[in-house]
């Protein structure tokens, strides 16, 4: 079923490879039982999993680690774990073969489809069993005279990364709706979601983009104080994140990494939920492209390239 995801009359629906990742290897041992023979489920002795770089790379490798650890076990394949630079270098990894898997935001998938033919694998399900969302949004000091969205002319406002859906696109595509050009005011990136947060907190900006996931870490780190802020715009829902595979990957291989994504305990995804928001965890369930519509709907209305990542 396709996802509605925004409103409003702009829209109908709604670099080689520079990894930076500590890539850790969790080991496991291919297929040895035929000398010579490829294991449909470890093709080339391992496999590399690409995560963009939506946290603290060193808290993301941690809570991936474990992730990685329960794949490997039920592919007999050491995967290894690799946080890259940005949502480019992302797209470019896989397009050149350098990685088999990869977690993309929702707008660094539009992307690693058109560039890289990464087919959609799963993505993180609630304890009810039902695909998780987050939206995006923009906090101000709660003793600020900004009130809306459309009160931001003129003022400061932190996004995170270039590229980023909740971080960068939709918070543009909102001030786009309140009829405010991005020359309008100045945007700040910060370079993450983390940091967009903490210039609020620091005073350094009139608003900032905090989407949901960012904001239940911080509460839970004691980092974001709440009732300090006012929410003055969110979005509507966002599918989360896609766990993608290369197109041109054997469709043996390609199966084999869905069911044992899918046969994954909610307790083998826990850490990385926490992340983004899936509290408790529920199973990793299949998705495709379908549910990702919305999306590329809104690349297309926001005029975005891969240039834009």
Not at 92 to 99: F, I, S
Not at 156 to 176: E, K, M, N, Q, W
Not at 245 to 272: I, N, T
Request: charged fraction near 20%.
């Amino acid at each position: 079923m396709k996802t509605t995801l925004f409103t409003g009359s702009a829209l109908a629906l709604a670099a080689a490879l520079a990894l930076t990742a500590c890539g850790g290897s969790v080991q496991s041992s291919p297929d040895q039982s035929s000398p010579g023979t490829v294991s449909a489920t470890c093709p080339n002795g391992g496999i590399k999993f690409g995560i963009e770089p939506y946290e603290d790379p060193a808290k993301l490798k941690p809570a991936y680690d474990v992730l990685a650890a329960a794949l490997s076990k039920k592919l007999e394949c050491p995967v290894t774990v690799q946080v890259v630079e940005d949502y480019a270098a992302e797209v470019l990894a896989m397009r050149n073969g350098k990685l088999d898997l990869g977690q993309f935001g929702p707008l660094g998938y539009v992307f690693a489809d058109t560039k890289a033919g990464a087919e959609p694998l799963v993505s993180f399900g609630t304890a009810e069993k039902e695909l998780s969302s987050y939206t995006a949004g923009i906090w101000v000091p709660k003793d600020s005279p900004i009130q809306a969205i459309g009160d931001l002319k003129g003022k400061s406002l932190a996004l995170g990364s270039v590229g980023s859906t909740s971080g960068d696109v939709l918070p543009r595509f909102g001030l786009r709706e309140a009829g405010i050009a991005d020359a309008d005011l100045t945007m700040d990136y910060t370079g993450g979601h983390p940091e967009a947060l903490l210039a609020l907190t620091n005073g350094k900006v009139d608003a900032a983009e905090i989407n949901s996931q960012t904001l239940a870490t911080a509460i839970a780190a004691g980092t974001f104080a709440k009732d300090d802020f006012r929410q003055v715009w969110t979005s509507n829902p966002i599918p989360n994140d896609p766990i993608t595979v290369r197109g041109d990957a054997d469709p043996a291989f390609k199966q084999a990494v869905k069911e044992a994504f899918l046969s994954l305990e909610p307790a083998d995804v826990a850490k990385v939920g926490e992340f983004l928001d899936v509290t408790p965890p529920g199973p990793l369930l299949e998705v495709t492209k379908d549910n990702y519509t919305p999306l590329f709907e809104l690349a297309k209305t926001m005029h975005l390239t891969e240039k834009d990542l």
